[in-house]
């Protein structure tokens, strides 16, 4: 069993930068990989960013591609999405969440743990 806690959201201008944490507790966070989605009103959740158990492989959708990035500090049980140039079209409820197993999935289905999300709101 993994806890997830997202936190760094908040209200922003297009064009500003900002990072979101997910801090993790319970069994090894070194066993998961982890992953960001995010949800916008109305809309099904979609695959943001991926890194595996080793910090490898990062995977990215291909509309955050060269803006955002993520990052996982073992010593701290903690992953991050650094996000940057941000649009007003990036406004969603933003979660992380971990998975058991190999790659870096991007369908939710494939994920173990979630956490509540963290609100990101870009103004234009």
């Known amino acids: 069993q993994v806890q997830l806690v997202e936190s760094g959201g908040g209200l922003v201008q297009a064009g500003d930068s900002l990072r979101l944490s997910c801090a993790a507790s319970?069994?090894?966070?070194?066993?998961?990989?982890m992953g960001w989605f995010r949800q916008a009103p109305g809309k099904e959740r979609k695959f943001v960013a991926g890194i595996n158990q080793s910090g490898g492989g990062p995977e990215y959708a291909d509309s955050v591609k060269g803006r955002f990035t993520i990052s996982r500090d073992d010593a701290k049980n903690t992953v991050y999405l650094q996000m940057s140039s941000l649009k007003p079209e990036d406004t969603a409820v933003y979660f992380c969440?971990?998975?058991?197993?190999?790659?870096?999935?991007?369908?939710?289905?494939?994920?173990?743990?979630w956490g509540q999300g963290t609100q990101v709101a870009v103004a234009s």
């Open positions: 319970g069994r090894s966070f070194s066993d998961y990989g």
């Open positions: 969440a971990a998975y058991l197993g190999f790659g870096v999935p991007k369908y939710p289905t494939t994920y173990d743990f």
